[in-house]
Structures are given as C-alpha cells and as structure tokens.
C-alpha cells in the first residue's frame, strides 16, 4: 500500500478516534474527579471545601462527565486545561522544574490533552454531534441567526 493510500485511508478515521480519544480522556478525568470528592477508586476523600483540592475534584467531575459525552467539549476542555495548568504550577512544580522529577506528569498530559480538544473539537460519536446529526441545513440557520 503507498504511503499516500495509506494517509488518505487513516484521514478518514480521525474524527472516529477523536471521538474515542475524548471518551477515554473524559473517562480518566471524571474517574479523577470521583476519586477525589468520593473517594472511590482506593483514595481518600478530600473534605468538602477544602481548597484547591475539592474544588478541583469537582470540576474534574462536572467537566471530565462533559467532555465524556461529548457536551460543551470545547468550554469544559479549555476549564479542564487551565484548572490542570494551575495544579502544576501551583503543586508540582515546586519540587522540580520537569513532571518526571515533581510528580507532575499526570496534570502535563491533562493540560495538553485537552487543549488539543479546545482546538479540535470533539470528533464522532458525541452527543453534541448527535443532535446536529437530524437538523437540516436550514435549521442550522435558523438556529443560528441571520448572517451577518
């Protein structure tokens, strides 16, 4: 198979693993998020307003559930980014300059995980992409106000 068959065969997957992409990565960050107001998943609870740290279980909560279908992908990854960024400067970063040395590695890929889905969307098999799936053209329109 040539190269260029080949990238024109895996282009036409990438909303498809987007989509997956953004399934998993809102998966990990509501099981987070969980752990961290409900101690499940064998971490303890943080108490309720205890800052940073509930406050920040509760948007990894409330934003990894939208991201993970797929709702305000875009809003609830640019939030889940920032609060992510917070945490390494504010947290990890203080015991060393790289995430491998400060512990910080999870927060990183957090960070640029989901700044990659503010800017790409949230790919296939959302529940945003679902409910534009039966609007008709003129609808989006409609919906959208007049043009400019």
């Given at each position: 198979?040539?190269?260029?068959?080949?990238?024109?065969r895996l282009t036409?997957?990438?909303?498809?693993?987007?989509?997956?992409?953004?399934?998993?990565?809102?998966?990990?960050?509501?099981?987070?998020?969980a752990a961290t107001?409900?101690?499940?998943?064998?971490?303890?609870?943080?108490?309720?307003?205890?800052?940073?740290?509930?406050?920040?279980?509760?948007?990894?909560?409330?934003?990894?559930?939208?991201?993970?279908?797929?709702?305000?992908?875009?809003?609830?990854?640019?939030?889940?980014?920032?609060?992510?960024?917070?945490?390494?400067?504010?947290?990890?970063?203080?015991?060393?300059?790289?995430?491998?040395?400060?512990?910080?590695?999870?927060?990183?890929?957090?960070c640029w995980g989901?700044?990659?889905?503010?800017?790409?969307?949230?790919?296939?098999?959302?529940?945003?992409?679902?409910?534009?799936?039966?609007?008709?053209?003129?609808?989006?329109?409609?919906?959208?106000?007049?043009?400019?």
């Amino acid at each position: 198979m040539s190269t260029a068959r080949m990238n024109d065969r895996l282009t036409g997957y990438q909303p498809l693993v987007l989509g997956a992409y953004r399934i998993v990565l809102g998966l990990l960050f509501t099981s987070e998020g969980a752990a961290t107001v409900f101690g499940v998943l064998g971490r303890e609870a943080s108490p309720v307003g205890d800052w940073p740290f509930w406050y920040a279980g509760v948007i990894e909560l409330v934003c990894g559930v939208l991201v993970l279908f797929g709702v305000g992908t875009r809003s609830a990854a640019f939030v889940s980014s920032g609060i992510m960024a917070f945490a390494y400067f504010t947290e990890h970063q203080k015991d060393g300059l790289f995430p491998l040395q400060n512990g910080g590695l999870s927060p990183a890929l957090f960070c640029w995980g989901f700044l990659l889905l503010v800017f790409f969307g949230p790919g296939a098999l959302s529940v945003t992409g679902r409910a534009r799936r039966g609007r008709t053209a003129a609808d989006e329109v409609r919906l959208s106000g007049p043009a400019a």
